[in-house]
């Protein structure tokens, strides 16, 4: 059963325990190429334009009618790591930053103006870690084990969160971490 929600990028397949799943690629797009995320019955649900000629690394994830909704940019000149997700009408969506020292995994912050941080623990270079609010809010669970398709792996969003922000953040690291 397909369900649409109203609010900003919430829209996917539902599966068992109501949560969103989505096949994305590893190293999505190289800059001035698109690419289509698609839910777990294959269908397209988000697309992601990688905007050429700019100083800045840029990726906009697009509903599938085209109309922007985040617009990811890579923050120049600074110690950590840093990106930063627009919002499609403008603002700040969130910034993700890069722990400085993570000895045993991958770390990073996700910052949500006026809502609470998230916290991204796991193996980022294998695919295979998870994006939490608090100690045990979980919000997404990102995984290579779902799919046999090489240099694919999943997104499995909670219900109650904007699916193309979850989506925008697990680009952004993405790009951050293989570059």
């Known amino acids: 059963m397909m369900r649409r929600r109203t609010e900003g990028g919430r829209r996917g397949r539902e599966e068992a325990g109501g949560t969103h799943r989505y096949r994305m690629r590893e190293k999505l797009v190289s800059i001035g190429d698109d690419y289509w995320i698609e839910d777990a019955a294959g269908e397209r649900a988000f697309k992601v334009d990688g905007k050429a000629l700019r ?13 922007d909704l985040y617009r990811i940019q890579e923050r120049m000149l600074r110690i950590k790591d840093t990106m930063e997700i627009e919002k499609g009408e403008g603002g700040t969506a969130a910034t993700i930053k890069k722990a400085l020292i993570a000895p045993l995994r991958d770390r990073w912050t ?13 193996n980022i270079l294998d695919h295979e870690y998870r994006i939490e609010a608090g100690r045990r809010e979980r919000i997404a669970e ?9 240099d694919t792996y999943g997104v499995e969003v909670e219900p109650g969160h904007d699916d193309a922000l979850v989506l ?4 952004a690291i993405d790009q951050m971490a293989h570059d």
């Open 55 to 67: 100083v800045r690394n840029t990726l906009v994830i697009q509903s599938k009618e085209g109309k």
């Open 110 to 122: 996700v910052s949500i103006p006026g809502g609470e941080d998230w916290e991204v623990q796991g």
């Open 142 to 150: 990102i995984s290579k084990k779902w799919f046999r398709i090489r």
């Open 168 to 171: 925008a953040v697990t680009a």
